[in-house]
């Protein structure tokens, strides 16, 4: 984007900025394995042991440490998309509204996160599903939202354009590195209707504490949305434990999946507060046309029922089949694997980049005590002085003007960091 946060910021005023003292983060540490040791061991009874790092399931070329941009796709999520291709080629007389990976793609999900299929529905992206819960939610002038800069930017700029249809907005700053969860609490006002959040920042890592920010909204009458696609997948997530009322997560990042293909929670005692906001062929329960000569005569649109669970709500018309035939492939294979073990796998790995960088002019903009799957940094004129030697040693990271993001996934190691860190000091 060409426009900062902090122009942003400005932009979306006047609106209220809340500011005050630094307050630390809670949150559960990670315990760590020795990133050189070749780790055995499989996350439930019965399924494949994958030795970590886990390099001979990926076939790109160089080292990639860009899992927060795009994760490269496995051999679990390709052969998936193979025998989905190969069924659609096979099988023309297929049903496809009843016979297709959805549902098994949903309860991976589900179960990922701590919740019930019948809470999930299949969107197109992560900013889809906030803007379907925004406008269903209808907000507006007496509906308004706080948010704060660590927000994905689209998703700033979707509230920025409310409120200048008239939806109060507040935009809390943050002190340093972090919220101030008082200062959250402060902006909330009896027109607060949505707390709207990353849950992991996508530029500097940030891990919010979402249920905190949940135990605050609530005693306030308001809700919360979180982004959690840079969370899912790569840190351990329960939606119960976190009160959370909407998230949403694109698959193509930790989720390992691929483009086109998100999931949406909703809350199932927040599903009154909705109201429904697009219809098509997902939502019905039952149809009756009445235009055929034969057909009875009633109202020529003929009677229906649509259904309330949360896919019934927001799904419209036919999703991205082949989309979740990769993400069945590769929840499965997340959840032969664990979560939890993927972030032990990943802790010293990004710690041996945070000792290291800040001695050659790095300045951390990732809390150390977040446990994100990624570390951004400070480095003046970063762009322009590494962009040719990380090309050369086609070492592939996010890198900006002036900043650079690194993210760990399961098929990096020890060797992957200490190549990076020698085109990083030089």
Same mark, same amino acid.
């Given at each position: 984007?060409?426009?900062?946060?902090?122009?942003?910021? %400005?932009?979306?005023?006047?609106?209220?900025?809340?500011?005050?003292?630094?307050?630390?983060?809670?949150?559960?540490?990670?315990?760590? =394995?020795?990133?050189?040791?070749?780790?055995?061991?499989?996350?439930?009874?019965?399924?494949?042991?994958?030795?970590?790092?886990?390099?001979?399931?990926?076939?790109?070329?160089?080292?990639?440490?860009?899992?927060?941009?795009?994760?490269?796709?496995?051999?679990?999520?390709?052969?998936?998309?193979?025998?989905?291709?190969?069924?659609?080629?096979?099988?023309?007389?297929?049903?496809?509204?009843?016979?297709?990976?959805?549902?098994?793609?949903?309860?991976?999900?589900?179960?990922?996160?701590?919740?019930?299929?019948?809470?999930?529905?299949?969107?197109?992206?992560?900013?889809?599903?906030?803007?379907?819960?925004?406008?269903?939610?209808?907000?507006?002038?007496?509906?308004?939202?706080?948010?704060?800069?660590?927000?994905?930017?689209?998703?700033?700029?979707?509230?920025?354009?409310?409120?200048?249809?008239?939806?109060?907005?507040?935009?809390?700053?943050?002190?340093?590195? %972090?919220?101030?969860?008082?200062?959250?609490?402060?902006?909330?006002?009896?027109?607060?209707?949505?707390?709207?959040?990353?849950?992991?920042?996508?530029?500097?890592?940030?891990?919010?504490?979402?249920?905190?920010?949940?135990?605050?909204?609530?005693?306030?009458?308001?809700?919360?949305?979180?982004?959690?696609?840079?969370?899912?997948?790569?840190?351990?997530?329960?939606?119960?434990?976190?009160?959370?009322?909407?998230?949403?997560?694109?698959?193509?990042?930790?989720?390992?999946? =691929?483009?086109?293909?998100?999931?949406?929670?909703?809350?199932?005692?927040?599903?009154?507060?909705?109201?429904?906001?697009?219809?098509?062929?997902?939502?019905?329960?039952?149809?009756?046309?009445?235009?055929?000569?034969?057909?009875?005569?009633?109202?020529?649109?003929?009677?229906?029922?649509?259904?309330?669970?949360?896919?019934?709500?927001? =799904?419209?018309?036919?999703?991205?089949?082949?989309?979740?035939?990769?993400?069945?492939?590769?929840?499965?294979?997340?959840?032969?694997?664990?979560?939890?073990?993927?972030?032990?796998?990943?802790?010293?790995?990004? %710690?041996?980049?945070?000792?290291?960088?800040?001695?050659?002019?790095?300045?951390?903009?990732?809390?150390?005590?977040?446990?994100?799957?990624?570390?951004?940094?400070?480095?003046?004129?970063?762009?322009?002085?590494?962009?040719?030697?990380?090309?050369?040693?086609?070492?592939?990271?996010?890198?900006?003007?002036?900043?650079?993001?690194?993210?760990?996934?399961?098929?990096?190691?020890?060797?992957?960091?200490?190549?990076?860190?020698?085109?990083?000091?030089?």
């Amino acid at each position: 984007m060409n426009v900062t946060r902090r122009e942003l910021i %400005r932009t979306l005023s006047g609106l209220p900025v809340a500011a005050a003292a630094a307050a630390g983060t809670p949150s559960t540490p990670v315990s760590e =394995e020795p990133a050189h040791t070749k780790v055995m061991e499989s996350s439930r009874a019965g399924s494949p042991v994958i030795a970590l790092p886990d390099k001979a399931s990926f076939s790109f070329e160089g080292t990639h440490l860009n899992a927060a941009y795009t994760h490269p796709l496995g051999t679990h999520a390709r052969a998936a998309f193979a025998r989905y291709i190969e069924g659609h080629a096979r099988d023309s007389g297929r049903a496809w509204p009843h016979d297709n990976p959805r549902d098994q793609a949903v309860g991976l999900f589900a179960e990922l996160i701590g919740a019930q299929p019948a809470d999930v529905a299949v969107v197109p992206s992560t900013l889809e599903g906030e803007n379907l819960v925004a406008a269903s939610l209808g907000l507006g002038p007496s509906a308004g939202v706080i948010t704060d800069p660590f927000h994905y930017d689209a998703s700033l700029l979707l509230y920025g354009e409310l409120h200048k249809r008239g939806m109060p907005l507040a935009v809390v700053a943050p002190r340093g590195d %972090r919220i101030d969860y008082a200062d959250l609490e402060a902006a909330i006002t009896p027109h607060t209707r949505l707390i709207a959040i990353s849950l992991v920042a996508s530029n500097t890592g940030y891990l919010h504490d979402l249920k905190r920010i949940c135990e605050v909204a609530h005693a306030r009458g308001a809700l919360v949305y979180a982004d959690v696609i840079q969370a899912v997948g790569a840190i351990p997530f329960d939606v119960k434990a976190s009160g959370v009322d909407f998230c949403c997560a694109g698959t193509y990042k930790w989720l390992m999946g =691929e483009f086109g293909t998100a999931f949406l929670y909703v809350r199932p005692d927040r599903l009154p507060q909705l109201k429904r906001i697009q219809v098509g062929w997902r939502q019905i329960l039952n149809y009756q046309p009445h235009f055929a000569p034969l057909d009875s005569p009633d109202p020529r649109a003929g009677d229906y029922q649509l259904g309330t669970t949360t896919a019934q709500l927001f =799904e419209v018309s036919t999703p991205n089949w082949s989309g979740l035939a990769v993400a069945v492939g590769a929840l499965n294979y997340i959840r032969d694997i664990g979560v939890e073990r993927i972030a032990r796998y990943r802790a010293p790995l990004l %710690r041996r980049l945070q000792d290291e960088l800040p001695r050659h002019g790095f300045t951390a903009l990732t809390p150390t005590d977040s446990h994100a799957a990624h570390l951004a940094y400070l480095r003046q004129g970063a762009g322009q002085r590494f962009q040719r030697a990380l090309r050369d040693e086609k070492i592939f990271v996010s890198l900006y003007e002036n900043r650079i993001r690194i993210s760990v996934s399961i098929y990096n190691d020890m060797d992957d960091i200490e190549k990076l860190i020698r085109v990083l000091k030089t």
